[in-house]
């Protein structure tokens, strides 16, 4: 099994900054592509940030230019360094991870983490 821990959620004032990190640990070969998505109270999730295990990233549209994904493979955890937030980031962000347990199969399993609250006051 593989466990995603998420750290770094809390409370902050509008245009503040929050980076958010998550660590995968148990039986991981390979890490493919990692990422965030956020749920707010009465709405689905969504997409927030994605990125592969050769670095490509993907951002939402209404997170573009104010946070930044990013991955250390040594240490399996994927980081969300988010700027100039406002009230509609307002959230619970779950990261998740697309991994190979082991060398000798291809197939990989999606694991999201608990989630962490992402409050932002206006």
């Known amino acids: 099994q593989v466990q995603l821990v998420e750290s770094g959620g809390g409370l902050v004032q509008a245009g503040g900054s929050l980076r958010l990190s998550c660590a995968a640990s148990?039986?991981?070969?390979?890490?493919?592509?990692m990422g965030w998505h956020r749920q707010a109270p009465g709405k689905q999730r969504e997409m927030v940030a994605t990125i592969t295990s050769g670095d490509s990233t993907d951002y939402a549209d209404s997170v573009k230019g104010r946070f930044t994904v990013s991955r250390d493979n040594a240490k399996n955890t994927v980081y969300l360094q988010m700027n100039s937030l406002n009230p509609e980031d307002t959230a619970v962000y779950y990261c998740?991870?697309?991994?190979?347990?082991?060398?000798?199969?291809?197939?990989?399993?999606?694991?999201w983490g608990q989630g962490t609250q992402v409050t932002v006051s206006s």
């Open positions: 998740y991870a697309d991994v190979r347990p082991s060398s000798l199969s291809y197939r990989q399993y999606g694991y």
């Open positions: 148990g039986r991981i070969f390979r890490i493919y592509a």
